[in-house]
């Protein structure tokens, strides 16, 4: 077994209040792959609610910042340097606006995109050089504020929508976790009917 851990952060923002909004896709996913591995949120370091346990045979820590989204690299930078994580180590799941809903996107490094989470990642890991996965919401309707729609919850109809996507999700990681970011992007990057 490869002993470096493998770190998944799901973004989001604490509280019952966020739990279903647009805005924590990145919590749902974790928490769904947590689901499918009997792994449980049970401890709470450096501002971060973690699931240790192992996944296709690697030691995983699943993370879910408790900061709320713009100071999440306040929780998973100090988590990233207690495992003696590199970057490279550390998948980032979260929502995305330019994407249209249920529409997945991953990739093995860049800039922030405008994203708050990944911006506080980025300025407190002080590399870009981690992969990530996007998970598309679309956009608002009409001249609706951004921030007001992604705080919004999603509507049944639209969770019930989201559910491939989350489990494609799902299985993306766990082919990052099996093979490599490039085998997980083949499966994650490619139409959901191309299979």
């Known amino acids: 077994m490869d002993e470096r851990r493998r770190i998944i952060v799901g973004l989001g923002n604490p509280g019952k209040q966020y739990a279903n909004n647009r805005h924590n896709a990145g919590f749902m996913v974790v928490d769904r792959l947590a689901d499918r591995h009997g792994l449980t949120f049970a401890?709470?370091?450096?501002?971060?609610?973690?699931a240790l346990g192992e996944i296709e045979?690697?030691?995983?820590?699943?993370?879910?910042?408790?900061t709320f989204m713009n100071l999440s690299g306040e929780s998973v930078a100090p988590i990233v340097k207690f495992y003696k994580s590199e970057p490279s180590d550390v998948l980032v799941v979260y929502d995305?606006?330019?994407l249209p809903a249920g529409q997945l996107r991953m990739?093995?490094?860049?800039?922030?995109?405008?994203?708050?989470?990944i911006k506080s990642i980025?300025?407190?890991l002080g590399s870009?050089?981690?992969?990530?996965?996007?998970v598309g919401v679309g956009r608002p309707p009409g001249r609706r504020d951004p921030k007001d729609f992604l705080l919004d919850d999603f509507t049944r109809d639209e969770l019930a929508a989201l559910e491939?996507?989350?489990d494609r999700a799902v299985e993306g990681i766990r082919r990052w976790l099996s093979a490599d970011?490039?085998?997980?992007?083949?499966?994650?990057?490619?139409?959901?009917?191309a299979e």
């Open 57 to 66: 045979g690697r030691k995983v820590a699943l993370v879910k910042p408790q």
């Open 43 to 50: 401890r709470m370091m450096h501002k971060g609610l973690l």
């Open 96 to 98: 995305e606006l330019d």
């Open 181 to 193: 970011i490039d085998h997980a992007m083949n499966f994650v990057n490619r139409p959901a009917d």
């Open 122 to 124: 980025i300025a407190r």
């Open 107 to 117: 990739r093995p490094k860049g800039g922030s995109g405008g994203h708050n989470g």
């Open 164 to 166: 491939p996507a989350f």
């Open 128 to 134: 870009e050089d981690f992969p990530r996965l996007r």
